[in-house]
């Protein structure tokens, strides 16, 4: 916990985060993986806004950890409406967007792939049982720091 312990901080007051029922882990032991503790909150921050963004700031974000091993998967998925089969290939490319004209730069998910990628670990797009969206963040367990 020290990162989601944060980020639930963090995103409590945000205004579009009001009607988003966010469903995060309470970890009972701690798992490590070889990012800092600001990158790991700058992920999971991206991702959940993101999330919050595509469901117009109303609807389910679950946030899950399971460790495999020696690895660690966080997934963050939401209830909108997915990306389409044809924009998923591009989710990751810098400057590119969904979002309208003036309200996104394209850069947060390029950013959370060249974190990710450089810890050793990989970051993907899934279909959510929730409906929309399921990006799955894959990380090498590490000695610290404390997810």
Do not use: W
């Amino acid at each position: 916990g020290e990162a989601i312990e944060y980020v639930r901080k963090l995103l409590a007051p945000q205004e579009r985060m009001r009607d988003v029922t966010l469903d995060m882990p309470r970890l009972t032991a701690p798992v490590h993986v070889p990012i800092d503790t600001g990158g790991l909150t700058q992920l999971l921050i991206n991702l959940l806004l993101n999330a919050a963004d595509a469901m117009a700031g109303r609807g389910r974000v679950r946030v899950s950890v399971e460790r495999r091993q020696a690895r660690v998967s966080i997934c963050v998925e939401d209830s909108g409406p997915g990306v389409p089969a044809a924009l998923r290939e591009r989710v990751f490319e810098p400057f590119f967007t969904t979002k309208p004209a003036g309200r996104g730069t394209g850069l947060g998910l390029s950013v959370c792939e060249r974190v990710v990628s450089a810890a050793g670990g990989d970051i993907t797009l899934e279909e959510s049982d929730l409906g929309g969206a399921r990006f799955r963040i894959t990380l090498p367990v590490s000695g610290s720091p404390e997810l």
